[in-house]
T-cell receptor
Framework: GQQLNQSPQSMFIQEGEDVSMNCTSS?????WLWYKQDPGEGPVLLIA?????ELTSNGRLTAQFGITRKDSFLNISASIPSDVGIYFC???????FGQGTILTVHP | DAGITQSPRHKVTETGTPVTLRCHQT?????MYWYRQDPGHGLRLIHY???????DKGEVSDGYSVSRSKTEDFLLTLESATSSQTSVYFC???????????FGEGSRLTVL
């Protein structure tokens, strides 16, 4: 089946630093979705990408749909403590998700 | 808010007992999904439904069954719970053709 490899698995950063994480696939995807999960809650959609090469921003978050259609990137600028959580990449079709990136932000 | 309610939110049970988790939605969405979340594995699809009495298996369906007799309810059943089914279970729906999933708050199941 489809596999999504997300990296890094975890990140420990200082408040104010920028964050970058990525997701790669063994298959071509038509949609890339990025979710954030706060502790004890369900994942919430952050950004959705629908076209190869698309670059989309949502506040301090920026995500890109790779031109090969096999990867996507999520960047968070000027991190703050409330950015803590697990970030998942995912795609439509078989609704596959990556393993998640656990982000810890030290004040 | 996609109007998704999961119940129970927490459950502790013993190996070999049956367990049913309920997902209820209030907005008449056609597509519903059950995922489990485990450390190191992310979210894995168990079963999904395209409508009433229309269900299919996901990536990790062994040991699970589902039923959807009404649009608003999608039930996940563990016929005989095992310790490997200790997990957090999430229900999700999609609102249209874009594939954007909206998740419930999760049900934490512990099988002793």
């Amino acid at each position: 089946g489809q596999q999504l490899n997300q990296s890094p698995q975890s990140m420990f950063i200082q408040e104010g630093e920028d964050v970058s994480m990525n997701c790669t696939s063994s298959s071509i995807f038509n949609t890339w979705l990025w979710y954030k999960q706060d502790p004890g809650e369900g994942p919430v959609l952050l950004i959705a990408l629908y076209k190869a090469g698309e670059l989309t921003s949502n506040g301090r978050l920026t995500a890109q749909f790779g031109i090969t259609r096999k990867d996507s990137f999520l960047n968070i600028s000027a991190s703050i403590p409330s950015d803590v959580g697990i970030y998942f990449c995912g795609s439509y079709g078989k609704l596959t998700f990556g393993q998640g990136t656990i982000l810890t932000v030290h004040p | 808010d996609a109007g998704i309610t999961q119940s129970p939110r927490h459950k502790v049970t013993e190996t070999g007992t049956p367990v049913t988790l309920r997902c209820h939605q209030t907005e008449n969405h056609r597509y519903m999904y059950w995922y489990r979340q485990d450390p190191g594995h992310g979210l894995r699809l168990i079963h999904y439904s395209y409508g009433v009495k229309d269900t299919d298996k996901g990536e990790v369906s062994d040991g699970y069954s589902v039923s959807r007799s009404k649009t608003e309810d999608f039930l996940l059943t563990l016929e005989s719970a095992t310790s490997s089914q200790t997990s957090v279970y999430f229900c999700a729906i999609t609102t249209g053709t874009t594939g954007e999933l909206f998740f419930g708050e999760g049900s934490r199941l512990t099988v002793l």
